[in-house]
């Protein structure tokens, strides 16, 4: 039958194990669950992306048919339309309307952006949780291997004589050899 020592070392040994596997897992965990929230920002970030795109198409659209209205509500007073402040006012209302659609791009293309950098940081944050759990774990098992040596199981099976311990009387004073005053060791 095993000692009571042992079989409490023993389970100390195990608990560490399952302690230390506990925490990388949890960490692996945490980095799958940030992939996964970063992959859904991605795909938000392509929808606005798409968004934008039709709502700048909209805005163009809006602005040639404005464009069409004012031709011709200009063409039915008998204004001649290449010339003047008609010419003036088709050029505005272009450029104006190109200025909105680019306006529209602009600010859905920024929240994209925002959301694609917010899936690189929740990335890097579950990095961080994956290297996190490794440390604890390992800081577990080395806190484990601590107390496995303070339990003084670790004196039973090392002792200063076991084979492969140096002995104090390699490190004794070195005595002189004959050769040129060489200390040599014994």
């Not at 050029?91 to 680019?102: F, R």
Request: positive net charge; contains cysteine; charged residues 25%.
């Amino acid at each position: 039958m095993c000692e009571p020592i042992t079989v409490m070392t023993v389970m100390s040994v195990a608990s560490t194990v399952y302690s230390a596997q506990q925490q990388r897992a949890q960490g692996r965990y945490k980095k799958g669950v940030a992939d996964y929230n970063a992959r859904v920002s991605e795909n938000e970030a392509q929808e606005v992306r798409s968004a934008g795109v039709e709502a700048e198409n909209i805005q163009r659209r809006k602005t040639a048919e404005l464009l069409s209205k004012q031709k011709a509500q200009i063409g039915a007073s008998g204004i001649e339309l290449s010339s003047g402040s008609a010419l003036q006012l088709q050029e505005d209302t272009t450029t104006l309307g190109e200025a909105d659609a680019l306006r529209i791009r602009s600010n859905f293309e920024a929240k994209a952006l925002s959301l694609e950098t917010g899936a690189d940081l929740t990335r890097g944050q579950g990095e961080f949780a994956k290297s996190a759990g490794a440390k604890k774990a390992l800081g577990t098992v080395l806190g484990g291997g601590a107390k496995f040596a303070d339990t003084g199981v670790a004196d039973k099976w090392f002792k200063p004589d076991s084979v492969g311990s140096v002995s104090q009387s390699v490190f004794a004073s070195p005595k002189k050899s004959g050769i040129a005053g060489i200390p040599a060791f014994t």
